[in-house]
């Protein structure tokens, strides 16, 4: 069981920055495949992002180039570093660890942190 705890939410205006901070429990976290996805009201929850155990990231097309995932081993932490925000980037934003044991991959939740972007 992986236990996950996102911190750094808040109301912000468009075109500022937000850090997101996602503590994860486990002595293997730098195993773990870290996830950020988000739900804006009335909307599908979407993959904001991804980073591997090893730093490769990958982003979704409407944060390119404005969200950047970086990871913290020694501290058990991702991050998700969002600038030139956006009112629609409003939304209630996850993270996620991505867990392989043997041939089964697992997914753990954190509780989410509300992202407010006003215009």
């Known amino acids: 069981q992986v236990q996950l705890v996102e911190s750094g939410g808040g109301l912000v205006q468009a075109g500022g920055s937000l850090r997101l901070s996602c503590a994860a429990s486990g002595r293997t976290f730098s195993t773990y495949g870290m996830e950020w996805y988000r739900q804006a009201p009335g909307k599908q929850r979407e993959l904001v992002g991804a980073?591997?155990?090893?730093?490769?990231?990958d982003y979704a097309d409407s944060v390119k180039g404005r969200f950047t995932i970086s990871r913290d081993n020694a501290k058990n932490t991702v991050y998700l570093q969002m600038n030139s925000l956006k009112p629609e980037d409003t939304a209630v934003y996850y993270c996620?660890?991505?867990?392989?044991?043997?041939?089964?991959?697992?997914?753990?939740w954190g509780q989410g942190t509300q992202v407010t972007v006003s215009s």
């Open positions: 980073i591997t155990g090893g730093g490769n990231t």
């Open positions: 996620a660890a991505r867990v392989s044991l043997a041939s089964t991959s697992y997914l753990y």
